[in-house]
């Protein structure tokens, strides 16, 4: 349904061009699509509100990260002193906490999807274009990983290997590859049987040029969408860390360690739980919907 | 039928073998002993040492598992080393609280998932589809954690709807209703995630079938509108359904570890992370292992349905 009415928006517009038709390639299209999908667009703006704030966030509040305040423990939020998140239970700045752990719940969020994305786009092209035995052998490793409940993987090096804000992103990133390898190799397998690649090999492209103009864009497509899903998945699985007491330590901080701190006195201090929560909340349902987003964007016939 | 089974069962030894072998080296690769990790920094390292020898650690790492390996297939995981009793009676202990919780969100995520999906796709574009469809993804983007404990303070602390932590009550009795009103609040926090997912996968495979020849034929043949969906659009729309419950067993038992904590309840997530903290090679080897098995199997059913469900499957094998 959507393509038709995509389809007569598009006739539409080349009727207003007036006479100036231009072929639109279909990334123009995509672009068209998204900015029309009004909740992915707002996504954008809140996320990257979210992300400046984050930097400039604790830079705005009087208070520094580690600053005890002994006459504000337990502060509610308000405007006056400028406490505008409240304080926690040592008395230390709630806006400054909250700010700084989401540069952290973010970066996290983004760097281990980078790792993800490396090994898995290396990994599942490698495996679809080889094809054949080694192909066999290399998704069979796979398959072992995916029996595997990746929390338990990531706990298990988290824990022998010390519990350090870099090895939470390469733990994260190294295990939650296997779904990114998955679908590029499909992608590229299916993609290397298309007429269109046969026609271009027929028409004598040379491979460089197919795996440019065929291959890559056609994989590209649902990788982008994968990633923008994957971002949140890690943030979350943070968060999980961080509450299990096995995430980003003292003193840094993130929206999971905040949580969890929270947690312990949600009866008495309500917002040390309810603003980082909050703020995790709103950021994943950003990333959820400008994936969805993208993927009726790039992939009209998926709705 | 027997003969794939038979097949499919021998093919998840290499893959237990590749995860034991995994989880061995990893732990093995510890940094500071688990003999030091039991005895404490106080220790004298002949004591150390005595304790290294008793516990078998003083060989080499492929002896070591080729031995752990014998003791397994005959049903011995070894010994807890923090606990000190056998692994295997740990583990099933805590399993089957893993499991109800787990089997139970499973169930309610297959049921309300797919009920979703399949009204919001009946409906595309409606004023259910867009209410479903929000639902799920704020559903998808609130952490299992932060609903559990939003749902302690509401139903049980404030309400009193639900007790606020373990799996059965200290006084009275051990009947299902008691089960029932302390697995709620857990089995629903864990379901939230895996029935958003289920939901978006449905609707798009419902609307996927709905634009293929057969069901224009069916319509054609006037077909009811209701039998149409039943019959004709739901098995088909039900494969990628069906085949993402293999993957949502694996994310339901990961999501089981944090819920388990949260609301107190006697399973593996709370003694894996102990496991692993103190170095308890054994324990955390003991449930790795169970855990895959579990998964495996469980995979291995989805497949089977699978193939209950798509005729084309069948004739492949």
């Given at each position: 349904m959507v393509w038709f009415k995509a389809q007569r928006d598009a006739q539409q517009d080349l009727m207003n061009a007036a006479g100036a038709l231009r072929g639109r390639s279909p990334w123009q299209d995509a672009i068209t699509r998204f900015t029309r999908n009004r909740a992915a667009m707002a996504s954008v703006?809140?996320?990257?509100?979210?992300?400046?704030?984050?930097?400039?966030?604790?830079?705005?509040?009087?208070?520094?990260?580690?600053?005890?305040?002994?006459?504000?423990?337990?502060a509610p939020p308000s405007l006056d002193g400028q406490r505008w998140f409240g304080t926690d239970d040592t008395g230390r700045d709630m806006w400054?906490?909250?700010?700084?752990?989401?540069?952290?719940?973010?970066?996290?969020?983004?760097?281990?999807?980078?790792?993800?994305?490396?090994?898995?786009?290396?990994?599942?092209?490698?495996?679809?274009?080889?094809?054949?035995?080694?192909?066999?052998?290399?998704?069979?490793?796979?398959?072992?990983?995916?029996?595997?409940p990746l929390l338990f993987f990531i706990v298990i090096l988290v824990t022998v290997f010390g519990r350090n804000i870099y090895l939470v992103f390469l733990a994260i990133g190294c295990v939650e590859w296997l779904t990114m390898a998955r679908i590029v190799r499909g992608q590229t397998l299916s993609m290397k049987r298309k007429e269109f690649v046969e026609a271009a090999v027929a028409g004598g492209s040379s491979g460089g040029a197919i795996v440019r103009r065929h291959i890559i864009p056609n994989v590209v497509g649902p990788v982008i969408v994968y990633v923008t899903l994957l971002v949140p998945t890690n943030i979350l699985v943070e968060s999980y860390l961080s509450f299990l007491g096995l995430g980003v330590q003292e003193p840094l901080t993130s929206w999971g360690?905040?949580?969890?701190?929270?947690?312990?006195?949600?009866?008495?201090?309500?917002?040390?739980?309810l603003i980082p929560a909050s703020f995790l909340a709103v950021t994943l349902f950003c990333f959820n919907f400008i994936g969805d987003g993208l993927r009726d964007a790039l992939d009209p016939k998926d709705r | 039928m027997a003969g794939y089974i038979l097949k499919r069962l021998i093919s998840a030894i290499p893959v237990l073998l590749g995860i034991s072998v995994i989880v061995f080296v990893i732990m093995a690769m510890i940094p500071g002993d688990p003999a030091t990790a039991i005895l404490g920094s106080y220790a004298t390292p002949e004591n150390v040492a005595k304790l290294n020898r008793d516990l078998g650690l003083d060989k080499p790492m492929v002896e070591r598992y080729f031995i752990w390996l014998g003791n397994m297939l005959t049903g011995d995981f070894g010994r807890s080393f923090s606990l000190n009793r056998p692994v295997l009676d740990e583990v099933l202990d805590r399993f089957n609280a893993t499991l109800v919780l787990a089997g139970t969100s499973f169930v309610l995520c297959a049921i309300f998932g797919v009920a979703a999906g399949v009204v919001s796709a009946a409906r595309q574009y409606g004023l259910a589809d867009k209410a479903i469809t929000f639902a799920v993804l704020i559903g998808i983007s609130i952490p299992s954690f932060f609903l559990g404990m939003m749902m302690i303070l509401i139903f049980s602390v404030n309400l009193k709807w639900f007790p606020v932590s373990g799996m059965w009550p200290i006084y009275g009795a051990r009947d299902i209703g008691a089960l029932v009103s302390h697995l709620t609040l857990p089995a629903i926090s864990l379901a939230v995630v895996a029935t958003g997912v289920v939901a978006r996968l449905s609707r798009s495979a419902m609307l996927e079938v709905l634009r293929q020849d057969f069901i224009r034929t069916a319509r054609a043949k006037g077909m009811p509108g209701k039998s149409v969906v039943v019959s004709h659009m739901l098995p088909a729309a039900l494969l990628p359904v069906v085949s993402y419950l293999g993957p949502a067993v694996a994310n339901i038992v990961t999501g089981a570890v944090v819920v388990e904590t949260i609301f107190q309840l006697p399973g593996m997530g709370r003694f894996f992370v102990q496991g692993a903290l103190n170095r308890d090679y054994p324990t955390v080897l003991g449930i790795v292992v169970v855990f895959a098995l579990a998964v495996i199997l469980m995979n291995l059913i989805v497949d089977l349905l699978y193939g209950l469900l798509d005729p084309r499957v069948k004739a492949g094998r």
């Open positions: 703006v809140v996320l990257f509100a979210i992300a400046v704030m984050s930097v400039v966030g604790p830079k705005m509040s009087p208070y520094a990260m580690d600053e005890l305040a002994w006459d504000a423990i337990g400054v906490l909250t700010w700084s752990g989401a540069q952290v719940s973010l970066a996290i969020g983004v760097l281990t999807t980078v790792v993800a994305l490396a090994i898995g786009v290396i990994y599942g092209a490698t495996a679809g274009y080889l094809g054949g035995r080694t192909d066999m052998f290399m998704m069979r490793f796979v398959d072992v990983l995916y029996a595997l360690a905040l949580i969890s701190r929270g947690a312990n006195s949600v009866q008495t201090t309500p917002w040390l739980l | -």
